[in-house]
């Protein structure tokens, strides 16, 4: 695939992204107004990481990985019915083991429910945990029908599913939630019904392209076959890998529990700004890359592949500098204007939000940055380097978690742990970086280097004139205004004439990514 063909298929992935990730906004709105950051958004918010540890495990994760690469390979080689063919076998073994892991989830957090060596907030946590564990089971079937639809270039449905989740949550809170009354308990246990039911949704909506493209619909028990030991071998240290750096996000979400009932809801909030940017580009361009990368590996097309990674990375530092900045001088002010609309998200869970968000922010950079390296090494089916460095990102994170709670004081400890997030990932980035330079010749790091300064030069006066802007210009329109819309006017005029400097500043230093942005979205 062309890198303008990149861009564009980037740009659907990114146009439905979007669409989601608004309406994961507005969700998050809603759900900030009804529990703010009480104990009932931060038991959701710890229970809803659980199934989500195994979509990306089984889902986005190490089965996806494994399985595009080898998929792509064996319809190109060998035609559409023997790659059809062994993803029924895959789907089968991956249906019947995480049933067996939703029925086992089931029964344990049933069991600890009973328990009386819980405190509340746990027991909580544990019963919304039994009602969304099914969930695993369609989710990463569903991720892995996305993995099938975009090796065929098809990108538009499996980026619109996840909108679903968010559509669904939103009809729950909007329609049933006057319905059931106001006791948080029986509100938050329908919003995880609604949960299992968006995983259930995400799958039916893909049933019709992948008919289309030509899925038998059949399962196959079948799996002493060479491709799916093949795919196994991949997947092994791929899973290894995720299943220590999920397990270390869940304990993230435990200890933050542990610091206190709002820990887990502020750094929820403040994560879902940096995702927002973060899954309308870099995760868009992740989607696509997987298998643009698997397809110049198999051509053998080593030059189109390097070429590829400096584009990607030019690009996603031109998008990423700014937004990082512009997050991490405007937090209070966006998650004041986007959460406290009257209901339980107060001033002060804006403070504690708006702490975790400024040492969030960096993590822009190297996150996005993962988005490249990762589909790289696992377009040329080598799936234990990313695991190797993955354990050691673990480790560092973890230690700089325990270090941070234990000398921050206590209202910062959550931020604290914001902060060995990006740092452990900064490290690994940087050293997966290195390697991939030594498999992937002629990576042009002096052009990708250039570009990004010239970024960040923009970027950092970009910041300056927004953070000015807010606060110049909030006295004045607080003597005109409510105080809501008077922060609405500030944020907004200020985020508009960040936006502009920065194009003037790109502009005026000759920023190649402008014009190939432009000459890429703009080709048919």
Same mark, same amino acid.
């Given at each position: 695939m062309k890198d303008g063909k990149v861009i564009r298929s980037a740009g659907v992935v990114g146009s439905f992204t979007l669409l989601s990730r608004g309406l994961g906004m507005l969700r998050d709105i809603i759900i900030a107004y009804h529990f703010g950051t009480s104990i009932w958004a931060s038991a959701f918010f710890v229970a809803f990481t659980l199934p989500n540890l195994f979509r990306r495990l089984f889902g986005e994760g190490a089965l996806s990985a494994a399985f595009v690469p080898i998929f792509i390979e064996t319809r190109t080689k060998e035609g559409d019915q023997s790659a059809w063919n062994m993803a029924a076998k895959v789907v089968t073994m991956t249906a019947a083991l995480l049933s067996s892991i939703a029925i086992i989830g089931v029964l344990l957090f049933s069991v600890l429910t009973r328990l009386p060596c819980f405190s509340d907030k746990w027991i909580t946590t544990f019963e919304l945990s039994r009602i969304m564990f099914p969930y695993v089971v369609f989710i990463c079937l569903a991720a892995l029908s996305m993995a099938v639809?975009?090796?065929?270039?098809?990108?538009?449905?499996?980026?619109?599913?996840?909108?679903?989740?968010?559509?669904?949550?939103?009809?729950?809170?909007? !329609?049933?939630?006057?319905?059931?009354?106001?006791?948080?308990?029986?509100?938050?246990?329908?919003?995880?019904?609604?949960?299992?039911? !968006?995983?259930?949704?995400?799958?039916?909506?893909?049933?019709?392209?992948?008919?289309? /493209?030509?899925?038998? &619909?059949?399962?196959?028990?079948?799996?002493?076959?060479?491709?799916?030991?093949?795919?196994?071998?991949?997947?092994?240290?791929?899973?290894?890998?995720?299943?220590?750096?999920?397990?270390?996000?869940?304990? #993230?979400? %435990?200890?933050?529990?542990?610091?206190?009932?709002?820990?887990?809801?502020?750094? /929820?909030?403040?994560?879902?700004?940096?995702?927002?940017? %973060?899954?309308?580009? !870099?995760?868009?361009?992740?989607?696509?890359? %997987?298998?643009?990368?698997?397809?110049?590996?198999?051509? #053998?097309?080593?030059?189109?592949?390097?070429?590829?990674?400096?584009?990607?990375?030019?690009? %996603?530092? &031109?998008?990423?500098?700014?937004?990082?900045?512009?997050?991490?001088?405007?937090?209070? #002010?966006?998650?004041?204007?986007? /959460?406290?609309?009257?209901?339980?998200?107060?001033?002060?869970?804006?403070?504690?939000?708006?702490? !975790?968000?400024?040492?969030?922010?960096?993590?822009?950079?190297?996150?996005?940055?993962?988005?490249? /390296?990762?589909?790289?090494?696992?377009?040329?089916? #080598?799936?234990?380097?990313?695991?190797?460095?993955?354990?050691?990102?673990?480790?560092i994170n973890l230690a700089l978690n325990i270090i941070f709670i234990l000398i921050l004081p206590e209202y910062w400890k959550h931020a604290g742990m914001a902060f060995s997030t990006v740092l452990a990932e900064a490290v690994g980035m940087s050293v997966l970086g290195i390697l991939l330079t030594r498999r992937v010749k002629n990576i042009e790091w002096p052009s990708i280097l250039r570009s990004s300064l010239r970024h960040l030069l923009s970027a950092l006066l970009m910041a300056a004139a927004a953070w000015l802007t807010a606060r110049l210009l909030l006295p004045v329109f607080g003597n005109m205004l409510p105080l809501k819309l008077a922060n609405m006017a500030s944020l907004t005029t200020a985020m508009a004439i960040g936006a502009l400097t920065y194009f003037l500043l790109s502009l005026a230093l000759r920023a190649p990514e402008l014009r190939e942005l432009k000459s890429a979205l703009l080709r048919r």
């Open positions: 639809l975009n090796s065929y270039r098809h990108f538009a449905t499996s980026a619109f599913a996840p909108c679903l989740l968010n559509l669904i949550l939103i009809v729950i809170m909007l !329609a049933v939630f006057p319905v059931v009354g106001k006791e948080p308990s029986i509100r938050a246990t329908a919003l995880a019904w609604g949960v299992l039911l !968006a995983g259930i949704s995400q799958i039916a909506i893909q049933l019709p392209a992948l008919k289309r /493209f030509g899925c038998p &619909f059949k399962f196959s028990n079948r799996w002493n076959d060479p491709k799916i030991r093949k795919m196994l071998l991949l997947m092994g240290p791929a899973a290894l890998g995720m299943a220590v750096t999920q397990f270390n996000v869940l304990i #993230d979400r %435990l200890l933050a529990l542990w610091i206190g009932d709002w820990a887990p809801a502020a750094l /929820f909030y403040s994560e879902r700004m940096i995702y927002f940017p %973060l899954g309308i580009i !870099a995760t868009a361009m992740g989607t696509v890359l %997987l298998p643009t990368f698997s397809t110049q590996r198999a051509e #053998d097309n080593h030059a189109a592949m390097s070429t590829t990674i400096t584009h990607s990375l030019r690009h %996603l530092s &031109f998008i990423m500098l700014p937004a990082a900045l512009g997050l991490l001088v405007l937090a209070p #002010d966006i998650l004041s204007c986007i /959460f406290e609309w009257g209901g339980r998200f107060s001033e002060y869970s804006t403070l504690l939000s708006a702490r !975790a968000l400024m040492f969030y922010a960096p993590g822009l950079l190297v996150f996005s940055a993962a988005k490249v /390296f990762v589909p790289a090494f696992y377009a040329m089916q #080598d799936t234990r380097t990313p695991v190797r460095i993955g354990i050691y990102i673990v480790l």
